[in-house]
């Protein structure tokens, strides 16, 4: 049972284990990369902003009155009232250039760390590149220009839009160019914006750039995003494409690993809880396991082997509970009680067969053994009897007589001599007779000691309960109209158990019983009382127990005392039932017990004491 | 297995297992060989002293004997066939090795309807009921327990032959 137990809790244990291990614990890793791509959209996203919001400070610029005139030369002023050094600090722009409809420079500045520098030192608007033709030249009065490009010194936000009237109308005068560097300021602005640790790197020809790295500025993608893991970062890279969609910077954002960090905690601390709680679970559970069923099968368990072992079927576990094991405790007893039963019966009806076997086996040998004597001796009475009509005296008065005629005479003398061969026959007759009795006799006793053979063979002793034994013997006391026995027996009877023959004490409580019962009848008294008790006691060293039936009948005298014992006494008025107390004392005997009587006298009721060996 | 013969006489077939008691049968039916001197003797008692003799009132008996149940059977069927059935069956109860004298009564019952079945046993273990139940009728059926005169049995014999 322990063994199960560990087993399960060892099952349960791994397979929480295991569920928070690849379950729970993958899950807090997968949310933590779903964090990491966000914090690198949140970062496009916010370079995306700065660019947007580029766009509209450049549009707004474009599309103004004062600025067209300035571009065609009406205006002159504009550049003394809003070109100067604040506007483009006010602005947040490091470039800021004006071209007119020739994409001619009208005006152009580029500023970078305090420092004011010419447009050349971008080395991307210089006339007659690619770059400059594809920002400057605008054919539509609503097309403008946003995006990344590469420069002299960094990656820039540009923003291009036409120069025109106010209300959007043309023709178009020329060119307002606005752009914000991607320098370590603005890292600082957009991490503190953003609050994603966010770098970027520009690529230069020595950048090895993967090919599914490569989608435009303001389309992250998942499958664009690489995922690199250390111990404490998640290192999110997206690509940041350029005017012409070539890559120009890698965006990397540094995510801290708190979510497998609380997850890894937070798997622990279940797995730490499991533990606790499964070795609660053990304990509790075996305690419970021992205490509801271990224990009660184990005394069930030890209930059997004493059984086996004392034979005794008697035994009973009286379980009171009412669960299961309640219940088979009780199917359990009655089945023991019906097998006790049904071996008491078993053995008291082979004793009783035996006993009938032997008995009809010695009648039939005995009475066949005592056909030939009997019919011997009624042939020789038949006989003798015959001899007894010869009238041989009266044949040889006539032979004296000398008036006799011969002829009787001769037939005299032949009756006379036939009357003595008759008596001789008849002798011979008697003596085969009474030799064929003697045989037959001896035939009877050849029985009888073929008999004390079996007489010799003491009978199989067994332990069982005074108490229950008494009650059954008691059924033999007859159901009587004129005579109400009350049976007083001592609760203290069923503590008492005895060795002895079963039966045979059985045979010996009822003769015992059914005397106490007839001696009360014979009082013409219509009720009486049999108290039945015992005691400890020890005789030459050995325990006894002494079991006193008394009852209130007749009594006896001191000469009843005397004979009471002998075969084939009776004090019922000559009349021999039962087994009469010389068999109980025989049997007793046999068994190492004993019987005893005693009575006050006549009318003073008797005490009978069967002593048995304790068990 | 031995017969008798004799004219008018009560045919009986006895069972017995104990050779003894077959001779104490065979006695007490009248089967002992009378002596020379004893019939001068009668002739003479009756000639010179004008007695009766009771040898002629006295039943004969034809006695057939054997020491089997099976042999009862096949001697009661072998007389029932011939004609000249058995009036009287005397049969022991136990006569190991072979069936017992009920189950051998039994059988002669079902052969011959009238005869006259008597049981002389030392035990039975077969209650008078059933024994009326397996050989019936009961007025045609007798029980008598060993010690018994045979002399005795042999007058009931003939009383029950004369009432039947």
Known sequence: MTITLLVVVTALALLSFVTLQKVVAPAFDKLELDHARTDLVRAQRAIQNDLDNLSAITGDWGLWDDAYDYVTGEYPYFEESNLVRPTLSNLDLNLLAVYDADASIVWGRVEHADAILGIESLQVLDPGTETAEYLITHTELDAHTDGLIGTALGPMLISSWPVTRSDGTGPIAGTMIMGQLLDQDRRDSLRQRTEVQLSWQTIDTDTIVEPYFAVSLNMPGSSSIRHETTTNTINSTGLLVDLFNEPLVILQVASARNISALGKSTVNGALLFLAVAGVIVAVVAGFLLRRLIVLPLEGLANHITGIRKSGDLSQRLNESRNDEIGSLARQFDKLTMEVHDARMQLLDQSFKAGKADAAAEVMHNIRNAMTPLVNGLDRLAKNFTATTTLRVVQATDELGDPDCAEDRREKLVTYVQSAFAHVQATNEDAVENLAIATKQAHQVEAILADQAKHARVKPILEDFDLGKLIEEAALVIPKSDDTNIDLLMEPELNNFRVRGHRVGVLQVLGNVMLNAFESIERTDETCGNIAVSATNETIEDKQLIRLTIKDNGCGFDDAVRKEIFRRGFSSKDGHMSGLGLHWCANALATMDGGIQAESSGPGLGAEIHVLLPAA | ?164
């Open chain 2, 1 to 164: 297995m031995d017969t008798q013969c004799g004219d008018a006489s009560i045919r009986v077939l006895i069972a017995d297992d104990d050779e003894h008691i077959l001779e104490c049968y065979r006695e007490a039916f009248g089967e002992s060989e009378a002596t020379d001197y004893l019939q001068t003797l009668n002739a003479l008692d009756e000639e010179l002293f004008d007695t009766v003799s009771d040898s002629e009132s006295a039943p004969a008996f034809e006695v057939v004997a054997c020491s089997q149940g099976n042999d009862a059977i096949d001697l009661a069927e072998k007389a029932t066939n011939d004609g000249n059935p058995f009036d009287v069956v005397i049969l022991d109860v136990r006569m190991p090795p072979g069936i017992d004298g009920v189950e051998a009564g039994s059988q002669i019952r079902k052969m011959d309807p009238d005869v006259e079945i008597v049981f002389v046993t030392g035990f039975s273990d077969v209650p008078r009921d059933e024994l009326e139940r397996r050989v019936p009728p009961p007025m045609k059926l007798h029980y008598f327990n060993k010690p018994i005169s045979f002399m005795q049995l042999a007058e009931d014999v003939a009383g029950m032959v004369r009432a039947g």
